[in-house]
């Protein structure tokens, strides 16, 4: 397990949380790992927004760290690091200050070489699984669901070759 | 073409700004239309913040938008030396300026009173 995957399941393992993705300082998406029903288009204006958003502010008022957006049942909190943001999508009952704690860790330590493709996961929200009872999610599949299963070797049974006579022989 | 009059914004008393500003912690009040107009400011850097807080706003709602959800409750900026937090209203804004270690929990019932 890379260093990025062991930290992103870290931050996901947090309950409440489910969905992270990262951008970086021009708003381009690095990788997510989000509920499925979330088209990836969404995401190409979402980071646009994410950056005019700590722009206007820094330049306005102050420095930003960190925004907690509370929205009816959601929470969407976003966090600066080095060279890129974090955005994380909570229920309204996560723990802030344990997950707080846990990117922490991942800001610390994650560089923009780290990111690469998100580790795969099983979410546990009802909207995820309605989503994954409608279409299938898995983007690895295993051996089992790729290859068929081998038919039974069914081996004939071969009966003796009738023996001929010739020139006062058996054949 | 005679222009809608809209009805004036009604500003919250003077009485729960001053226990607002009176909380532990509190740095800031802000009161702005929907217009963007600082209706009244008490403290260090309230007016700078009504600068932003209905920018702030409208970008809480779009990016939750991209996700679905409802318009924002309550939005959070997080700094190393202070917080601020912003409350839509049905006809206005409040931005409340705290230092990081107040509790705002305990002050949202006073505000939400606004």
């Known amino acids: ?30 990788s997510k790992s989000m509920p499925d029903l979330y088209l990836d288009d969404v995401f190409a204006d979402l980071g646009r927004r994410i950056v005019a958003t700590y722009e206007v502010v820094e330049e306005n008022f102050t420095t930003p760290d960190d925004f907690i957006l ?27 200050m344990s997950l707080k704690i846990v990117t922490n860790m991942a800001l610390k330590q ?15 929200s009802p909207e995820t699984d309605e989503a994954a009872a409608v279409a299938p999610t898995a983007e690895v599949q295993t051996e089992e669901e790729t290859a068929p299963e081998p038919e039974p070797v069914v081996e004939e049974k071969k009966t003796p070759a009738k023996k001929r006579f010739y020139r006062g022989a058996f054949y | 073409m005679a222009r809608e009059m809209q009805a004036p914004v009604r500003m919250s008393d003077e009485a729960t700004v001053q226990s607002i500003m009176e909380y532990p912690g509190v740095k800031g009040f802000v009161e702005c239309d929907k217009m963007g107009t ?12 009504g ?11 779009l990016i939750g938008e991209s996700f679905g959800l409802d ?10 030396s202070q917080c601020a937090i ?29």
């Open chain 1, 110 to 124: 994650l560089k923009l070489d780290m990111f690469g493709p998100m580790p795969v996961l099983e979410f546990s």
């Open chain 1, 70 to 96: 509370k929205f009816p049942g959601r929470w969407i909190m976003m966090r600066r690091g080095a060279d890129y943001t974090l955005l994380l999508l909570t229920t309204d009952e996560v723990n802030l």
């Open chain 2, 38 to 49: 600082v209706l009244q400011a008490e403290g260090d850097d309230a007016e700078t913040f």
């Open chain 1, 1 to 30: 397990m890379t260093t990025f995957e062991r930290l992103v399941k870290n931050i996901l393992d947090i309950p409440g949380t489910e969905g992270i993705a990262f951008f970086d300082r021009e708003g381009n998406l690095l």
């Open chain 2, 86 to 114: 912003a409350l839509p209203k049905a006809d206005k804004s409040i931005g409340v300026l705290y230092d990081p270690k107040t509790k705002i929990k305990d002050l949202m019932p006073l505000l939400e009173k606004l």
């Open chain 2, 51 to 61: 600068g932003v807080v209905g920018y702030f706003e409208q970008m809480a709602n």
């Open chain 2, 71 to 80: 318009a924002i409750e309550e939005a959070v900026i997080i700094c190393s």
